[in-house]
């Protein structure tokens, strides 16, 4: 269980953080980047949640929330570290399962796209488009942080992350009206 007491320690004031482990990182350091990254990615899903409060997508969207703090708990116990009380909180193939079931559920429902869709539509779905970009972006950065010497990232979170960024493409299309208000990209429109 996580006690704030205080918020703020001066701890940082160095420009490093603390992972899981208690090692001290500049706040920088890819490892840092990467889970930063998908809590950027977790504040967009909470605005997102602000134009979906009663819809279905709903629920699943607040379980993904949970689900992104695991991934950022993953992250942040390199090497197979151990926590506070010595168990190391991981996201699990199960976590990556439930996501698939989600997309292709979700899927079931939407014509095949015949051309890229440009984010926006609903405010709900561009607000998805944007969390599917800040998704791959985090998702770089882990794959970067799992190629660098000296470095891991479990294969759960890395598959997880992955199926976030389809999860919020497919979500970002039914808010759009079941992808009929889907806004379609004319190559070469404006030339």
């Not at 603390?18 to 350091?29: C, F, I, M, S």
């Not at 969390?131 to 890395?158: I, K, W, Y």
């Amino acid at each position: 269980m996580v006690v704030l007491n205080r918020i703020y320690t001066r701890t940082g004031d160095d420009g490093t953080t603390a992972l899981g482990t208690g090692e001290r990182r500049k706040k920088y350091d890819l490892r840092i980047e990467a889970y930063g990254t998908l809590d950027e990615v977790n504040a967009v899903i909470g605005i997102v949640r602000l134009h979906t409060a009663g819809l279905p997508i709903d629920a699943a969207l607040s379980h993904i929330q949970n689900d992104l703090f695991d991934v950022e708990a993953d992250l942040c116990m390199p090497d197979k570290g151990k926590g506070p009380g010595g168990q190391r909180l991981t996201v699990t193939d199960v976590q990556v399962e439930w996501l698939e079931g989600e997309i292709d559920r979700l899927n079931d429902g939407l014509a095949p796209l015949r051309s890229f869709i440009l984010p926006g539509g609903s405010p709900a779905s561009a607000y998805l488009h944007l969390a599917r970009t800040v998704c791959r972006r985090g998702e770089r950065l882990m794959a970067a942080l799992n190629d660098a010497a000296g470095e891991s990232v479990t294969p759960a979170a890395l598959k997880y992350v992955n199926r976030l960024s389809d999860y919020l493409f497919v979500a970002g299309r039914c808010l759009n009206d079941l992808g009929r208000a889907d806004i379609l990209w004319t190559p070469g429109q404006n030339r």
